[in-house]
C-alpha cells in the first residue's frame, strides 16, 4: 500500500525534545565542545546540553563507531528524535524514501512480502543498528516495511538534511557516505552467503 507522496511517515511517530531523555540516555562524560549548529528541520537552534546529547547517542551506534566526536557532534545538528510505539510503522514497502534511522532504544522488524502476498519478517534491527540507509542514497521507494515491536527511540537523518551536510560538511558526507557503502556492502555479502546455502541445500 503506497502512502500519500505528500505525506511523511514521521508524521505519525512523536517528535523527541532531546533534553527531555536526561533518565533515559545519560550524558556523555567528554564535555561538548558548545556547538550551536542549526537544526536543519527545527526553525530553534539547540543548545549546547540538547546538542550533546544527541551527539552521545549517536555515538555508541555502529554506524558512527569510527567517527570522531567532533563529527559526531556536527552530525547531531542534522538529526531528529523520534519515538515510536510497539505496532507503530515506520515506513511501508513501496513508500517514497527519504530518510534513515538508527534505533537508540528498543527494536525494530523489517516485513516483506513474498510472491504470494504473504507478508514474511526478514530481519529485527536491535539497538545500534540503522535501516533504510539505501533511500539516502537513492530516494527509490521502501523495499520493505519496518514495524516498531517495542517502544523505539529513533535517530532520523533525512535525505534533505544530508544534501545539506553534503553541502555545508563535504567531509562528514564522504565520511557518512562510506560507512553506508561499508554497511550495504556487509550486508550483500550476508545475503549472498544465505543464498548460496540455500541452493546447495
Sequence with gaps: MLMNPNKSPLESLELLDPEKLNAEFPERRQQSSGATQERRVNPQKPSAAASARIAA???KAQMFKDLDWSQIEAL???IELYRASPGGVLFREGDRGDFMCIVLQGKLE???ENTRHVDKTVSTVYAG???GEMTIVDGEPRSATAVAIEPS???VLTQQNFLLIMREKPSLSAKLLLKIAQLLSQRLRLTS???VDYLES
Aim: hydrophobic share 50%; no cysteine; charged share 15%.
Design 57 to 59: 547517542m549517536l555515538e
Design 76 to 78: 547531531s545538528g542534522y
Design 110 to 112: 523489517v516485513h516483506k
Design 129 to 131: 543498528r540503522s535501516l
Design 153 to 155: 527511540i529513533l535517530a
Design 193 to 195: 552467503g544465505i543464498l
